[in-house]
């Protein structure tokens, strides 16, 4: 019976444990009426959260521990990614219950889905089974579907939820052939470290190299990097806005913990080949996104093609194979974390009082709304790398990583894109600040005096301003959050063995 416990270790997913708890509250509450719901579903969902986030850093300080017949692992890393996930959530639900409210939408479904979501999500980002990592998924993509179109009297939502269905659809079915083929190889062995050692032994052969292609097809479509992009813009522009917030950072950063387990640690024989895959992807990714977006009409289609671009930044570090490379991923996913909400949070702020989504209606809001015009301006021009917000520290710290590894055609790709990225950060700040009185947009001129006391517009507020404030200060005082992304890495057994191999070539 001891060892039975010992196997189990039931207390690894005790932060999901929180969340789905808080799931089931929030569903109970939804039955007692909706004005009942209103009231009880937001302190159930922050409880759930708090919970959540604390366990997840009495872990942190745990040595690494296997869960569930070594289906699931709490080593530093999964912890972290499984921290980007939940403050998302947490900071996604307290932009949303205005958006939800307004919408005429149960309040206590939403909520449940999206704890669904991150549910998943979690479990994605310390599973080390093909059982385990596909059933995270599906519970990740199908809360997921259910959100983009969650909004049913808008037509656009429904049609993003479609578009998601299927090429989400697809890209599973890829991922179960592959991972079958996986389990072929292995010798019918659906454990990650038995893979490893098989795919070892093997070496490179044609049936463990289509099984590659199809893990890395799939992982790329998680993080939305191109050509496995397509979904993205119309999803992003259909759903309802704290949605594709969840969606830019929790639904990616739990796409690249599963990079990091199956790719860095399943296909480490691969090494070469899949590094030089993903050269090619973060070189598209990057400029494509970049170039892309300085076409873009629309806020939501524009952020969309950002949050690909910034993905292609990402795999800089996942290419690079060395331990600063890993960090500075860790390090980019949290500060991402808090530049993208906070920006996602002035545009629902802003779609909230004048109904719009549109670039050109932000000429002249300065002059009637100073607190957007400051947050998003700040969140942009991190998300630019501008000095000394907190992305320009993150983003170095990528750059850094990638050319002491020698992966000089990134870097350059990188730095080109960045200044790309900079002229329509700096476009929209220029049409919000610069514009004459008199050229303010329409939506503008007849803009509401900004109120806070509507329900849902104080959570709203406080997750604007701790966004904005981490992202404009955290540049200044970032030494805690890279002593943070460091210790993620070697307190990772994983990433040290891959390390220690020097498991890294050079393909710049």
Known sequence: MESLAQSLNAGAIAPEAAILIALLACLLADLAGERTAARLVPPFCYVGLGTSLVLLALQWSEPTADAFFSSFI??????????????????????SWRYVERAGTPVGEYAAILMAATVGAM??????????????????????????????????????????????????????YGTSLLYGVSGGSTNLDAITISLQGAGVTPLSALALVFVLATVAFKISAVPFHQWTPDVYEGSPTPVVAFLSVGSKAAGFALALRLLVGCFESFQTQWQLLFTVLAVLSMTLGNVVALAQTSMKRMLAY???????????????????????????????????????????????????DRISDYAGLYQKDPLITLGLSLCLLSLGGIPPMLGFFSKIYLFFAGWADGQYLLVVVGLVTSVVSIYYYISVIKMMVVKEPQEASDVIKDYPAPTWNLPGLQP?????????????????????????????VEGTPLLQQVISNGGHLPTG
């Open 74 to 95: 709490t080593d530093n890393l999964g912890v972290a990614f499984r921290a980007v996930v939940a403050t998302s959530t947490l900071l996604s639900l307290l932009i």
């Open 123 to 176: 479990l994605l980002c310390g599973a080390t089974d093909l059982v385990s990592i596909f059933v995270a998924l599906e519970t990740l993509s199908v809360s997921s579907y259910l959100l983009s179109g969650y909004m049913k009297r808008d037509a656009r939502s429904s049609e993003a939820a479609l578009k998601y269905l299927l090429v989400g659809s697809a890209a599973a079915a890829v991922f179960l």
């Open 306 to 356: 950002s949050s690909i671009g910034q993905a292609g930044f990402v795999m800089i570090g996942l290419v690079c194979g060395t331990e600063e490379g890993f960090a500075a991923m860790v390090l980019y996913m949290a500060a991402y974390l808090f530049m993208n909400l906070g920006a996602f949070a002035c545009v629902i702020l802003f779609s909230l009082r004048t109904g719009s």
């Open 460 to 488: 709203l507020r406080a997750a604007l301003v701790f966004c904005v404030a981490v992202t404009a200060i955290g540049g200044v005082l970032s030494n805690p959050l890279f002593t943070w992304a460091n210790a993620a």
